[in-house]
């Protein structure tokens, strides 16, 4: 069984090659374009990673983690942003982000991450 890994990125592009990328090293992946559209999928399609942009319209990754940790959800979250100083950096940690990374980034760091947080989990 493979392990579930969900997108959240409102630029689709970016959304298309971390899929490609995620699902050529065995992961489902399911794609949200914000935070509002991640949470519905999250009601009826369950992930054990999410990886978020912080900036995005409707609902950004801030305010994805914050909803997602007043419904006591433990899902492990791994924020992404162009946009990223080291104030930004620690209210991401504060809100409830497990991982932060600022683009531009080497994807194979992404993966290790991912593939970490697996490996700690007994998978």
Known sequence: MSHTVMV??????????????????????VEAEDG???????SAQPCE????DMNMPR????????????NNSDVYVIMVTAFGTPDTEKHAF????NEYLTK????EELERRV???FGRQGS
Request: net charge positive; no cysteine; aromatic share 10%.
């Open 104 to 107: 531009p980034f080497d994807f």
């Open 59 to 70: 609902m950004g990754g801030i305010d994805l983690v914050r909803t997602l940790r007043q």
């Open 36 to 42: 509002v559209a991640a949470l519905e999928r999250l």
């Open 8 to 29: 959240v990125e409102d630029d689709p592009a970016t959304r298309r090659l971390y899929r490609f990328l995620l699902s050529n090293s065995g992961y489902s992946v």
């Open 115 to 117: 593939q970490a947080y």
């Open 94 to 97: 504060r809100t409830g982000v």
């Open 49 to 52: 990673v999410i990886i978020t």
